[in-house]
C-alpha cells in the first residue's frame, strides 16, 4: 500500500471507481426500461414480469444499484484525499488545496452541463408511454436560472444532468477538508471508535432524513480507512478465505437493502447501505481476489474515465432513448451505452485531463504567491565580542505541494 518513502498509488481502488461508476450507467439503463423504471420510481407495485421481479426485487440488483454506487464514491473520496497527509511532514497548504480542487470539480461539471444542455436542444426531451415514468421525471426545458444554479454545485440539481446531485456533497467535504483530516489524524488508537461515531451520525441522518448527516460522515469513514489502511490491512491478512466470502456476502446483502423484497424499506435504510458499501471498499483494499478484479484492464480504464462517465452518461442516455424509442429501446439503449463510453473517453481527454493540468498549475501558483508575500526573516546581527555573528541562514527550498490524489468518481 505505500512505499518507504511516500505513497503509491491505490491502484485496485481505481478499479473498483470504475466499476461503480459503470453501475451507475447500468442503474439509468435498467430504470429507462418501463417495467422496471415504474418499480424505481417509487411504484414498487407495479406489475413485473418474472425477469423483471428478479432484477429488481433479488441480489441481482446491486449490478445496478445506484444508490450504494455513490455511497462507494464518498468513502473512495474520503480515503483518498486524506492519503497526502498522512506521510512524515506532510504540507499542509490550504490555499492551493483549495485553488486545485475548485479547477479539478469544477471545470468538469460545467463542461458536463454544457453537454447537457446541447443535447436538450438538439433532441428536446419529451414523455412517452415507449419509455418509463422514471424516464418521464427527466423531460424539462432549461432555464438560464436552472443552469445557474446547477453550475453552483452547492444546491440540489435539477434534472438537466442529475448525477451532479452528488457533486454537492463532494464540495461540501472538500471544503470540510481540514476538519476531516484532523478527526482521521488524531487518537489514532480509537479508530474503530470513529468509524462507529461516523456510522451512528450516518445512522441518525437516514432516519431523521437529514441529507448532509446522511452524506457527510461517509466521507469520514473514508479517511479513517485511509489512514489506518496499513493497520487495516494488517488485522485482516491472516484472515481465512470463508471469512472473506462472509464480508462480501454481507456487503452485497447490505448495499442491496433497499431493494431486498417489494415492500418499503425500512427507515433508515441507506445507513445499511452505506456499511455494505464500507465493506465492499473494505474488500479491494484487502482480499487479493478483490484487489486483482480493481487491477484488471478494464476495470482500470473504468477507473480512469470514471468521473467522466459518470457527468456525462445520463444526458446521452436520455437523448438516445428519445430519439430511437419509436424504432427500438433496446438499441436505443445499446447505442446510448456505447456512446457513453465514447465521450467518457473524449471528455477524459479534452476536458478532465486539461482541467486538472489547470488545477495542478493553479496550485502551484497560489504557492508561488504565498511565498512572494511571506516576510522575510532579519538577519542575526546581535553579535558578542565573545563570539561573532553568523551569517544569516539562506531559506530553505519550498516544500513541495502536497500531491493530489484522485478522488471518489475521480471528482
Known sequence: MRSKSAHSRVTQLDGLRGLAALVVVACHVMSTLPGIGSAVSHDRSAELTTTEAWAVFSPLHVLWNGTPAVHVFFVLSGFVLVLPFTRPGAARSWAQYYAKRFFRLYLPAWASLAVAVALIALIPRTASPL?????????????????????????????????????????????????????????????????????????????????????????????????????????????????????????????????ISSKQPVPGVEAIVTVGAVLIVLLF??????????????????????????????????????????????????????ASFV????????????????????????GRRMRSDAPEAPADTSATPERPAAPATPEAPPVRAMAEAGAGHRS
Open 285 to 338: 483494499v484487502s482480499w487479493d481476489p478483490a484487489k486483482r478484479l480493481g487491477d484488471t484492464a478494464v476495470a482500470q480504464w473504468l477507473g480512469r474515465v470514471s468521473f467522466s462517465l459518470y457527468l456525462v452518461h445520463l444526458p446521452i442516455i436520455l437523448a438516445a432513448v428519445t430519439l430511437l424509442r419509436s424504432v427500438s429501446l433496446p438499441l436505443a439503449l445499446a447505442v446510448s451505452v456505447a
Open 131 to 259: 419509455q418509463s415514468p422514471w424516464a418521464d421525471m427527466y423531460v424539462i426545458d432549461p432555464s438560464v436560472g436552472q443552469v445557474l444554479k446547477d453550475g453552483l454545485l452547492l444546491l440540489s440539481a435539477s434534472t438537466i444532468n442529475t448525477p451532479l446531485w452528488s457533486l454537492k456533497w463532494e464540495v461540501a467535504f472538500s471544503l470540510l477538508l481540514p476538519i476531516y483530516v484532523l478527526f482521521a489524524l488524531r487518537w489514532r488508537r480509537f479508530w474503530p471508535v470513529k468509524i462507529g461515531l461516523a456510522l451512528l451520525l450516518a445512522v441518525i441522518g437516514a432516519v431523521q432524513d437529514v441529507e448532509w448527516l446522511s452524506y457527510l460522515p461517509i466521507f469520514a469513514i473514508g479517511a479513517v480507512l485511509g489512514v489506518e489502511c496499513e493497520r487495516i490491512s494488517g488485522l485482516t491478512q491472516s484472515w481465512p478465505r470463508i471469512v472473506w466470502f462472509f464480508v462480501a456476502a454481507a456487503g452485497i446483502f447490505l448495499a442491496n437493502a433497499e431493494w
Open 343 to 366: 465521450a467518457a473517453e473524449l471528455f477524459y481527454r479534452y476536458v478532465e485531463q486539461p482541467a486538472h493540468r489547470l488545477s495542478m498549475a493553479a496550485g502551484r501558483a497560489v
